[in-house]
């Protein structure tokens, strides 16, 4: 059946969701697709659900940090598994039904299927094929490919928070967030956990002396990070799963065998467009995703895209928020509207969480001053039972404007907001001095961070 539309959008993620409130009450007739369930990844199945596990986590860690400092309990507690699976369930199995029917409720019409491009404005779904006068893809993205033998053995994160029962032994494949923070939890229910990293570096954008921080923290809590240990191959037999590992560096040249009884993916994502038939719309792809400009224009200017599948901007739910944000002011509105990633915060919740905004980058030592602050034996890391806790900030002492901020330790997620706001809207770092806030709070640390 052929149907024209105003606006079709293509994926009810963040970035798809987001846009779709913004365009539906203009009054324009809009189609929305999705592959899967409604709602994509996040929240039903990513950042929202992780963070319950890796809340459960830090509060199971927290209580035994303070286990003979006044927590009436002898033995440490694990994460329940089974339990945490139910409320886990009770909380995100609505989701995709709730979401589905509130595009109804305001008017768009829901399609499930793949969807790919016959010509730059027409899509097939089914047998529905679609023609609209503006094009919104927001498809997400997907595990990366390994291409190792082996590979269909491996469990993605969204697989890990559905398993009924989480095994003994665990190898995370990759050094970046979703192993690290995965690793925590699992760690948490008693697990052996170990992390195998291709490289050098874990987390490589990020700051170097704070993650080595976060990485002894890490190892302070039983997981294994060993460097330098590209995956190369995957066996199942009778005793779980045997890794394989290759040479990662020239000073390691020998393999060595790792037993499992399951092995994480954690080896980043990647735009999931093979589908889409892009070429037939001559959309172009820039590094494997979906090139855009700052008004979020694909190289076909009526088709826009945002969210995960996109070239520019962090993989980060709120970009995809403010993508989405973007791409539907600018069909409302003519191209008014360019994106700003300027102040954008981000963390990984591991224990402890480290949580950042800016750059760590430093040009020119000259102009920048750093101030790199050990805050293990700050009242609000001390009163949390916590070891590892420090803080790093970035100005540039020509204006006083703070460029880059790292936050290690108790409440790191929540106080980088107050560096983010700094950041975005152009505060000097004198400016902070002048905030009141709560005491005694990581939020009232920020002050002595400077």
């Known amino acids: 059946m052929e149907k024209d539309y105003d606006i079709i959008i293509i ?56 286990i003979g400092k006044g927590v009436g309990i002898q033995d440490p507690l694990k994460i329940d598994w089974p339990s945490l699976l139910e409320f886990k369930r009770a909380v995100t199995e609505e989701c995709p039904g709730r979401i589905e029917n ?70 995370f494949i990759g050094g970046g967030h979703i192993s690290l923070e995965f690793a925590h939890v699992a760690r948490r229910t008693g697990a052996e956990v170990t992390i195998l990293h291709r490289s050098e570096r874990l987390l490589r954008h990020s700051d170097a002396d704070m993650v080595n921080l976060l990485i002894k923290a890490t190892e302070a809590a039983g997981i294994k990070i060993l460097i330098n240990k590209p995956v190369a191959s995957i066996e199942k037999d009778a005793n779980g799963f045997l890794v394989r590992t290759g040479s990662g560096s020239e000073t390691e040249s020998e393999t060595q065998n790792f037993r499992a009884d399951m092995v994480m993916h954690g080896a980043g994502r990647i735009p999931n467009t093979e589908d889409l038939h892009l070429e037939k719309a001559g959309i172009k792809i820039e590094k494997g995703a979906i090139a855009v400009d700052n008004y979020m224009r694909t190289s076909k200017l009526r088709v826009y ?98 460029t880059g901020a790292y936050i290690l330790g108790p409440d790191a997620g929540e106080a980088i907001n107050i560096f983010a706001a700094v950041v975005r809207l152009g505060l000097k770092a004198s400016d902070i001095k002048k905030l009141v806030f709560t005491y005694p709070t990581t939020f009232s640390d920020i002050r002595y961070m400077l």
């Open 305 to 402: 895209a945002g969210g995960d599948c996109v070239s520019e901007g962090m993989k980060l739910t709120p970009v995809a928020a403010l993508q989405g944000e973007v791409a539907a002011a600018n069909i409302l509105n003519e191209n008014s509207v360019e994106v700003n990633y300027t102040g954008i915060p981000n963390a990984v919740h591991t224990i402890p969480v480290l949580a950042s905004v800016g750059t760590s980058t430093v040009k020119d030592n000259k102009k920048y001053k750093v101030i790199f602050r050990d805050r293990s034996n700050w009242y609000t890391t001390r009163k949390a039972g916590m070891e590892f806790a420090a803080s790093k900030v970035i100005i540039d002492e020509a204006n006083d404007r703070i």
């Open 11 to 66: 994926g009810t993620g963040t970035a798809g969701r987001i846009f779709a409130d913004k365009v539906a009450h203009s009054g324009l007739k809009i189609a929305i697709i999705d592959s899967g369930k409604y709602g994509g990844i996040s929240p039903p199945r990513g950042c929202d659900t992780k963070k319950m596990f890796t809340y459960l986590a830090e509060v199971t860690d927290w209580t035994n940090r303070l």
């Open 102 to 171: 509130h595009f109804i409720e305001i008017g768009i019409d829901t399609y499930h299927g793949k969807a790919y491009f016959e010509n730059p404005n027409t899509v097939i779904v089914g047998e529905d094929k679609l023609k609209g006068e503006y094009i919104f893809l927001a498809t997400g993205s997907k595990p990366r490919k390994l291409n190792i033998p082996g590979e269909e053995y491996i469990t993605t994160s969204e697989e890990f928070m559905n398993i009924e029962k989480l095994p003994e032994r665990i190898i």
